[in-house]
T-cell receptor
Framework: DAGVIQSPRHEVTEMGQEVTLRCKPI?????LFWYRQTMMRGLELLIY????????DSGMPEDRFSAKMPNASFSTLKIQPSEPRDSAVYFC????????????FGPGTRLTVL | GQSLEQPSEVTAVEGAIVQINCTYQ??????LSWYQQHDGGAPTFLSY????GLEETGRFSSFLSRSDSYGYLLLQELQMKDSASYFC?????????FGTGTRLQVFP
């Protein structure tokens, strides 16, 4: 298996622009997670899905953020409009279960908002 | 509230043994995990403890005491490549919560 795939790996955009991050989880994994990592706030869980259904989005910072999972092999995280404080590394992860017995992280998308 | 505490930084020399502690306070508990993250990389899963006791995986071991809400990661025969950040993560009632990470620096 290729592991969790994320695109793009790097994104530089200007404030106010729409940003869409993409993720393909490991086949057969029922859970998909979106995280944001910054030096100041560490690794934060934004939202997670179970069988394509959003279960907990309490970590989504505000209405500018939205996430979808239209099918078992694809998810998007959208920021509209983007702001400089959204600059961070965004990770997608997937797992078989919620127990913590191994979430597999993608390589991340480094987002810079100017 | 829910919280995890781990030291921010630990230093050691090659060949030594180092222990990284993690104490947690969560609503519900379904296991303690450890992840390693090298600079510029993604977190990678190291170990999981669902029950009390020690789990060993090669040079790495992880321990859990549910009564003390405490766990640790033990790294033996340290190598330079072990220099990284290490995160504990606890599965609470409805989500996995990550600690702020411990940066391990291994010196020759």
């Amino acid at each position: 298996d290729a592991g969790v795939i994320q695109s793009p790996r790097h994104e530089v955009t200007e404030m106010g622009q729409e940003v869409t991050l993409r993720c393909k989880p490991i086949s057969g994994h029922d859970y998909l997670f979106w995280y944001r990592q910054t030096m100041m706030r560490g690794l934060e869980l934004l939202i997670y899905f179970n069988n394509n259904v959003p279960i907990d989005d309490s970590g989504m910072p505000e209405d500018r953020f939205s996430a979808k999972m239209p099918n078992a092999s694809f998810s998007t995280l959208k920021i509209q409009p983007s702001e400089p404080r959204d600059s961070a590394v965004y990770f997608c992860a997937s797992s078989l279960a919620l127990s913590g017995r191994g979430q597999f992280f993608g390589p991340g998308t480094r987002l810079t908002v100017l | 509230g829910q919280s995890l505490e781990q030291p921010s930084e630990v230093t050691a020399v090659e060949g030594a043994i180092v222990q990284i502690n993690c104490t947690y306070q969560t609503s519900g508990f379904y296991g303690l995990s450890w992840y390693q993250q090298h600079d510029g990389g993604a977190p990678t899963f190291l170990s999981y403890n669902g029950l009390d006791g020690l789990e060993e995986t090669g040079r790495f071991s992880s321990f859990l005491s549910r009564s003390d809400s405490y766990g640790y990661l033990l790294l033996q025969e340290l190598q330079m490549k072990d220099s990284a950040s290490y995160f504990c993560a606890v599965r609470g009632t409805d989500k996995l919560i990550f600690g702020t990470g411990t940066r391990l620096q291994v010196f020759p």
